[in-house]
């Protein structure tokens, strides 16, 4: 098959990229076709039949005419019609295209070599990229699109070719030739000037250095994946590329550092929004109560102002549960302390913390060898996970080829793996030997394709062979032709490397023939930037990717669009949909992606920028059509600031998000014609509407004429007074009490997988993450746990005696269940004892009213603020203030719309938050008074407590305890004549039946 490459400036689905196109040929708008001409020594060497007296030849370049002041004025020009902050100054020759993974950056900028050429006669290109691996992919998108550009530019001749150091007389025709020449090249092969080539004499080139005859035809540099190319701090990438004299550097990523000179960008978010990438979907593998071990996870190192510290992953006691966090560490900090306490990080201390970049390591006390970042210790079943991660890849493998492959869809899964010889090893005679991950694989997959749903795939297929043949590693390749880890920080790796990428470029569209049998690919860390095929639709993580830019590294190899079995691109959703397993919650996933998206590219998500209203189109008083501004588009956020809508760094308020959700936003008049467009901005920056807005915040007023009532006096006078309480429980009712709830406690499980999926959806306001199903646990066996120290655990949390938690161990008959899950164990065992607790505690409490001096004045009605949201108020004829505020939309609002309704109901109050009664389990807020008059005389007075059941057992304990705890309250302060009964209800019929 042969990949279909769409033209951009005749199909409407891609004009994206002739966007991306037009932005960088504008800026030299005004030039006209020319070159420059210079003197090449003759090669002698490889002329032999030169004329005597023939000494030298021509060397063609670029030559640029345009003035700094002309290329400002066009990059403006570009910069207002993309929607982009303007530069002030041309302070170099460097522009930017970022372009999200996925959209066709290669196609891109290649595509712009033959618009340059055409327009201005620039012919001299030099690619620059950071790995051997998008040099490979590059040469085969040159190799890939060869057909398709010599019919779009009419055969215009060109040339392209890789560097080699070995071959320079390639670079000596690189700089003679009037044809367009691409030379590409890795960044390592020319940023070190005491070994490369290029900078030393060469009688291939006639006795010159390559790199001057490179700096003679001034080049147009194009630089893939910039922020990788530079060098970092030491910046010899940049200094480098320097050395080459370019007319201009064009920088194309999507994750760019420096951004110089933006003249378009198309982000994470508006691929995603234009469906110009494939959706994304997170199976989320996660361990529920597997923390039963000493779990340490080494995230990174820092060393700030002379303040190293490690940033580690480990189970904290919080309360009654325990939670794995992130905890910043150092020297000498003790695990047990920091975990807050817990024993299974007895004598574990921090010794030595590294920080230097590639040797960053965690030495701890009970560890023969040190932490680098992203190992664990301490972690459940890893090899366990590692197979349900891979049987997940494969039914979701499956599942999509029942869907896809009617429709010519070849699926692919990628697996990215911690250490090659998991997936593949070598004994001693050099045979390769299936490594664990390969033999998981195998089992899973001959397992999966075995159920009944997958018949329509295996029809005839012999499973035990197809097993075989439908996996394959990508890695380095050693000279011995073994697999090797994947790194390229030496000459010998990237060679190892080469060998690999060339084998994986070169089956890249064989991979996505259904002929092909290979489906499940492996690889160590071979592909990242440069490897992408279109057709892979599930992204399998073995390996941790926790670390900065992984996530979307990771994603980006599976973002492309598909293609059918014609090389077509097909669109849609329903279609293009890419599975991430990973080991993270989604929720979690979705926000660690948003991080990186901000961290990679700038983006803010929320953020309304001074000038996001500077492309809106408007027709000027000739019917022209330009672009609305940068001044006017600050004239319009300073009304957005000045209005409340946004703050002074543009965060969008609540305000705007209900002034947008309600249709109500207006503008200036001047802004009035373009309100359609600034509303669309808006509203993708804005995100969700929070459930409580902060403008709808009012003060309640009091309603004078209820609060100063004699009926309301009256009800006032029974509910006022102050209590206060002491306790008595008798010890051995309270063992047994324990003993008989550790009883019924729920079964204790073992550690369990659970497995969910969830979409997300990317927008200007931010990453959102949506549950679609949901899977049943998996158990998993932990064989090596090493048990706690049970007694101290309990009585840490209980604060009983040694003797008390023994006897009821002993009698409970539920010990052996400590074994399976010690962790939640003493977590249930703990919450029953301290359950039973707050129960004996209000089965013995006394309450006495305090002196007469003692009570809640009824002038802290007016002296207490008291304000509600208007979406939870309700207005009151009958009620101390003129709105009832209610927490439930359900039960509290139904209940005052009653008591407004029903005519025996003649004051009441939600009682306000400083009206409290004392327990032993915290102070108790109650809901309502009310006085109801019957048959028109007598007087009824009622503390109502509002809940969805009237049966004690069925509220939660500590709510039912409380609930005691008031009734006994108002008994004791019942001296009165008709004093107030205290009740709980459902609804306010549920209130006239005790009348």
């Given at each position: 098959m042969k990949i279909q490459?769409?033209?951009?400036?005749?199909?409407?689905?891609?004009?994206?990229?002739?966007?991306?196109?037009?932005?960088?040929c504008d800026l030299f708008r005004g030039q006209e076709i020319c070159r420059t001409e210079f003197t090449v020594t003759r090669d002698f060497a490889s002329d032999q039949l030169t004329l005597l007296g023939m000494q030298n030849e021509l060397g063609v370049g670029n030559r640029l005419q345009l003035l700094d002041d002309e290329l400002l004025a066009n990059l403006g020009n570009i910069q207002l019609r993309n929607g982009l902050a303007p530069s002030s100054t041309l302070a170099s020759g460097d522009f930017t295209v970022e372009m999200e993974t996925g959209t066709g950056k290669t196609y891109v900028y290649l595509r712009t070599i033959f618009e340059l050429n055409k327009r201005y006669g620039f012919n001299k290109f030099v690619i620059v990229v950071p790995s051997v691996a998008i040099k490979e992919g590059v040469y085969k998108t040159l190799q890939m699109t060869e057909e398709h550009f010599r019919s779009l530019y009419t055969n215009t001749p060109y040339e392209y070719f890789l560097y080699d150091s070995s071959k320079l007389g390639q670079v000596r025709n690189f700089a003679t030739s009037p044809n367009i020449q691409v030379m590409v090249v890795t960044v390592g092969a020319i940023n070190k000037k005491d070994v490369n080539n290029l900078y030393k004499d060469s009688e291939k080139t006639g006795g010159e250095k390559p790199i001057d005859l490179i700096k003679a035809t001034r080049p147009v540099l194009i630089v893939d994946e910039p922020q990788s190319v530079d060098g970092g701090l030491e910046g010899r990438g940049k200094e480098a590329l320097g050395a080459m004299n370019p007319l201009c550097t064009l920088r194309y990523s999507a994750t760019h550092v420096d951004k110089h000179n933006m003249v378009y960008r198309l982000d994470a978010v508006d691929a995603y929004e234009r469906k110009l990438v494939k959706q994304i979907e997170v199976a989320s593998l996660q361990v529920e109560g597997g923390h039963n071990k000493g779990y340490v996870k080494l995230l990174s190192t820092s060393n700030k102002r002379g303040s190293i510290t490690a940033k580690i992953e480990l189970d904290v006691q919080q309360l009654t549960t325990v939670n794995r966090m992130a905890v910043t560490v150092k020297a000498g900090d003790d695990l047990q302390q920091v975990s807050n306490g817990r024993a299974v990080y007895a004598d574990c201390l921090v010794q030595n913390i590294g920080c230097k970049a590639g040797e960053e390591f965690l030495e701890l006390s009970d560890l023969e060898k040190p932490l680098h970042p992203g190992e664990v210790i301490g972690d459940v079943a890893s090899d366990e996970i590692k197979r349900l991660m891979i049987r997940r890849t494969i039914e979701e493998h499956l599942d999509k080829e029942l869907r896809l492959r009617p429709r010519g869809i070849k699926v692919l899964s990628l697996f990215f793996i911690d250490r090659v010889e998991y997936y593949r090893s070598y004994n001693a005679q050099g045979e390769a030997v299936k490594g664990k991950y390969a033999l998981m694989f195998e089992e899973e997959y001959r397992k999966s394709a075995a159920k009944p749903k997958y018949h329509t795939l295996f029809h005839e297929v012999d499973l035990k062979s197809d097993a075989t043949e439908v996996h394959d590693g990508y890695f380095s390749i050693d000279k011995k032709g073994a697999w090797t880890d994947t790194t390229e920080n030496n000459q010998s790796n990237r060679e190892n490397a080469e060998r690999a990428y060339n084998l994986i470029m070169k089956e890249k569209e064989k991979l996505l023939s259904l002929e092909t049998k290979l489906k499940f690919i492996f690889s160590h860390s071979a592909l990242r930037e440069g490897w992408d095929n279109p057709n892979v639709f599930q992204i399998c993580a073995i390996r941790d990717i926790g670390t900065e830019r992984e996530r979307r590294q990771t994603i980006g190899r599976g973002l492309r669009l598909c293609v059918n079995q014609q090389g077509e691109r097909l669109r849609g959703f329903d279609i293009n949909t890419l599975t991430v397993i990973a080991t993270e919650g989604y929720e979690q996933f979705a926000d660690n992606l948003q991080k990186e998206i901000e961290q990679d590219t700038g983006i803010r998500f929320g953020i309304v920028e001074k000038h996001q209203f500077a492309a809106i189109p408007v027709i000027d008083e000739q019917g022209h059509t330009a672009a609305l501004g940068v001044k006017q588009s600050e004239a319009l956020w300073t009304y957005l600031r000045e209005s409340g809508y946004v703050d002074h760094r543009g965060q969008v308020q609540d305000s705007l998000r209900a002034a947008l959700k309600e249709d109500t936003l207006q503008v200036p008049e001047l802004f009035q014609p373009h309100l359609a467009q600034v509303k669309d901005i808006l509203k993708k920056l804005a995100g969700k509407l929070d459930i409580k807005n902060a403008d709808e915040r009012v003060q309640i007023k009091t309603r004078q004429a209820i609060l100063h009532s004699e009926e309301f006096k009256s009800l006032w006078d029974?509910?006022?007074?102050?209590?206060?309480?002491?306790?008595?429980?008798?010890?051995?009712?309270?063992?047994?009490?324990?003993?008989?709830?550790?009883?019924?406690?729920?079964?204790?499980?073992?550690?369990?997988?659970?497995?969910?999926?969830?979409?997300?959806?990317?927008?200007?306001?931010?990453?959102?993450?949506?549950?679609?199903?949901?899977?049943?646990?998996?158990?998993?066996?932990?064989?090596?746990?090493?048990?706690?120290?049970?007694?101290?655990?309990?009585?840490?949390?209980?604060?009983?005696?040694?003797?008390s938690l023994v006897k009821m161990l002993k009698e409970c008959r539920r010990l052996d269940d400590f074994k399976y899950n010690p962790q939640q164990f003493i977590e249930f065992a703990s919450d029953a004892i301290n359950r039973t607790k707050r129960l004996a505690l209000v089965d013995g409490i006394k309450y006495q009213r305090l002196g007469d001096e003692y009570y809640y004045a009824q002038e802290l009605f007016e002296q207490e603020e008291l304000t509600g949201y208007l979406k939870n108020m309700l207005e009151s004829k009958k009620s101390v203030y003129e709105h009832v505020v209610y927490d439930s939309p359900g039960i509290e609002r139904t209940f005052a719309e009653d008591l407004e309704k029903n005519e025996a109901v003649k004051v009441y109050a939600k009682l306000p938050g400083w009206f409290k009664v004392p327990t032993p389990?915290?102070?108790?807020?109650?809901?309502?008074?009310?006085?109801?008059?019957?048959?028109?005389?007598?007087?009824?007075?009622?503390?109502?407590?509002?809940?969805?059941?009237?049966?004690?057992?069925?509220?939660?304990?500590k709510e039912s305890a409380k609930i005691e705890c008031g009734k006994v309250h108002f008994q004791a302060i019942a001296v009165s004549e008709k004093p107030a009964e205290y009740i709980v209800a459902r609804t306010v019929d549920d209130l006239m039946t005790r009348c």
């Open positions: 490459f769409e033209n951009p400036y005749t199909d409407e689905r891609t004009s994206f990229q002739k966007d991306a196109i037009e932005a960088v029974r509910i006022k007074h102050k209590t206060t309480y002491r306790v008595q429980f008798d010890n051995d009712k309270l063992i047994e009490g324990c003993i008989k709830a550790i009883r019924e406690c729920p079964p204790i499980t073992k550690t369990r997988v659970q497995i969910r999926k969830a979409d997300l959806s990317i927008g200007r306001g931010g990453i959102l993450s949506e549950e679609t199903a949901a899977a049943a646990p998996i158990t998993l066996e932990e064989r090596d746990i090493e048990l706690p120290d049970l007694l101290t655990d309990l009585q840490d949390k209980t604060h009983l005696t040694r003797r389990l915290g102070s108790y807020n109650l809901d309502w008074a009310v006085l109801v008059e019957k048959d028109g005389a007598e007087r009824l007075y009622f503390v109502v407590e509002t809940k969805g059941s009237l049966f004690t057992e069925d509220l939660r304990d």
